[in-house]
């Protein structure tokens, strides 16, 4: 599947066959490819996220990296006396949806003939690409902050990587690690392109399961935006193929105490100084500077979605709600069940939220 890399700053380009990251500018890169959707073709696969083989970036089938992951779970339930969809995207191999953004990126890291990676993530991301770096025989470096979970910190190690513990902010993790990648190739699930093109999978899933239709909404977590703009770009090639006639609104949460996509959502894209920015119990969307904010934001305002904010408390009653209707996720993704029971609907509309990652990686934060 040919496709091209371009930079969003100076608009140059570059051949996917080059192992590159980011332009020589300092640019963001987007992936130019054409995806395809052939149904009758996709109905007599596997049920994991490559039956969608013809839309994801991958030229040969033998460098494909994968557990059999995806086509999880999408269920009925009634949560604040409205009727919802879960997709359940913490039963992935690693407990989180990131794993369909790491079996692209990975498998196209085995293509490009990689040996050796760094990543920085507050743990999902982390563990998710060591798990298939692991299966790829790649030698995996992941920085985090010193503070996550440490159940998540164990898997990462399990996995055989190399954990870098960062002391400080996201940021600074973020940055040890930016530092790192000016020699090693940046496996980064918001900096590489590829990682967007495995998590847009979900929507694909969505569509599908609804009988190749879209739904009203979509409400998702977003600190670095890799499920909110990856569904976009999914979407975008769903209806450039005619695949679908609309876009749902795509509705973003975050948590109050770190909420710099919701402060530019309402103050015309101007982002609100670093020292507004406290610590959260979801850990997994606390990023003060997203580096696709531009991309986010846009993706939200052609949808005509909107970016609500919870408080700490509403994340921790929407968590143990969920939990005691039998789903097990961690802080992060109940910022969405308390987004949803913020927002109201109208009863006909069908909303889909995406449970994002496993409760079993945080049991020592949340008691």
């Given at each position: 599947?040919?496709?091209?890399?371009?930079?969003?700053?100076?608009?140059?380009?570059?051949?996917?066959?080059?192992?590159?990251?980011?332009?020589?500018?300092?640019?963001?890169?987007?992936?130019?490819?054409?995806?395809?959707?052939?149904?009758?073709?996709?109905?007599?696969?596997?049920?994991?996220?490559?039956?969608?083989?013809?839309?994801?970036?991958?030229?040969?089938?033998?460098?494909?990296?994968?557990?059999?992951?995806?086509?999880?779970?999408?269920?009925?339930?009634?949560?604040?006396?409205?009727?919802?969809?879960?997709?359940?995207?913490?039963?992935?191999?690693?407990?989180?949806?990131?794993?369909?953004?790491?079996?692209?990126?990975?498998?196209?890291?085995?293509?490009?003939?990689?040996?050796?990676?760094?990543?920085?993530?507050?743990?999902?991301?982390?563990?998710?690409?060591?798990?298939?770096?692991?299966?790829?025989?790649?030698?995996?470096?992941?920085?985090?902050?010193?503070?996550?979970?440490?159940?998540?910190?164990?898997?990462?190690?399990?996995?055989?990587?190399?954990?870098?513990?960062?002391?400080?902010?996201?940021?600074?993790?973020?940055?040890?690690?930016?530092?790192?990648?000016?020699?090693?190739?940046?496996?980064?699930?918001?900096?590489?392109?590829?990682?967007?093109?495995?998590?847009?999978?979900?929507?694909?899933?969505?569509?599908?399961?609804?009988?190749?239709?879209?739904?009203?909404?979509l409400i998702v977590p977003v600190g670095n935006g890799t499920l909110l703009y990856g569904s976009y770009i999914g979407l975008k090639e769903l209806q450039r193929e005619d695949i679908i006639d609309r876009l749902p609104k795509i509705i973003g949460v975050q948590a109050e105490n770190c909420a710099p996509l919701a402060y530019a959502w309402k103050n015309h894209d101007k982002f609100p100084p670093y020292k507004n920015q406290k610590e959260t119990i979801a850990e997994g969307i606390a990023i003060t500077n997203p580096l696709r904010a531009k991309e986010i934001l846009h993706s939200i305002k052609e949808t005509n979605g909107e970016i609500l904010t919870v408080t700490e408390k509403e994340i921790l009653d929407a968590l143990f709600y969920l939990r005691r209707k039998?789903?097990?996720?961690?802080?992060?993704?109940?910022?969405?069940?308390?987004?949803?029971?913020?927002?109201?609907?109208?009863?006909?509309?069908?909303?889909?939220?995406?449970?994002?990652?496993?409760?079993?990686?945080?049991?020592?934060?949340?008691?």
């Amino acid at each position: 599947m040919k496709s091209t890399l371009l930079c969003q700053s100076c608009y140059k380009e570059y051949p996917s066959s080059e192992p590159r990251w980011n332009c020589t500018c300092g640019g963001v890169l987007t992936l130019e490819f054409h995806a395809r959707f052939p149904i009758h073709k996709i109905k007599k696969r596997k049920p994991n996220l490559w039956r969608y083989r013809e839309a994801l970036p991958i030229e040969d089938d033998r460098h494909i990296v994968s557990f059999d992951e995806g086509f999880t779970p999408l269920v009925e339930e009634e949560l604040f006396g409205n009727k919802v969809l879960l997709k359940q995207e913490y039963l992935f191999p690693s407990g989180s949806y990131k794993d369909r953004g790491a079996s692209v990126l990975v498998s196209k890291m085995k293509e490009l003939g990689v040996k050796k990676i760094v990543e920085d993530s507050s743990g999902n991301a982390g563990a998710a690409i060591a798990a298939y770096c692991a299966k790829a025989s790649i030698d995996c470096h992941i920085y985090v902050p010193e503070k996550t979970s440490p159940g998540k910190l164990l898997q990462i190690i399990q996995y055989g990587a190399h954990l870098h513990k960062i002391p400080g902010s996201r940021e600074d993790t973020a940055q040890a690690a930016f530092q790192q990648a000016q020699t090693t190739y940046y496996a980064s699930h918001y900096w590489n392109p590829y990682f967007f093109h495995g998590t847009k999978t979900c929507i694909f899933e969505i569509v599908e399961q609804l009988g190749w239709k879209p739904p009203d909404s979509l409400i998702v977590p977003v600190g670095n935006g890799t499920l909110l703009y990856g569904s976009y770009i999914g979407l975008k090639e769903l209806q450039r193929e005619d695949i679908i006639d609309r876009l749902p609104k795509i509705i973003g949460v975050q948590a109050e105490n770190c909420a710099p996509l919701a402060y530019a959502w309402k103050n015309h894209d101007k982002f609100p100084p670093y020292k507004n920015q406290k610590e959260t119990i979801a850990e997994g969307i606390a990023i003060t500077n997203p580096l696709r904010a531009k991309e986010i934001l846009h993706s939200i305002k052609e949808t005509n979605g909107e970016i609500l904010t919870v408080t700490e408390k509403e994340i921790l009653d929407a968590l143990f709600y969920l939990r005691r209707k039998g789903y097990y996720i961690e802080p992060t993704s109940a910022v969405t069940i308390a987004g949803f029971k913020k927002l109201g609907t109208r009863k006909k509309d069908r909303v889909v939220i995406p449970l994002t990652g496993h409760g079993l990686k945080t049991n020592k934060r949340v008691r």
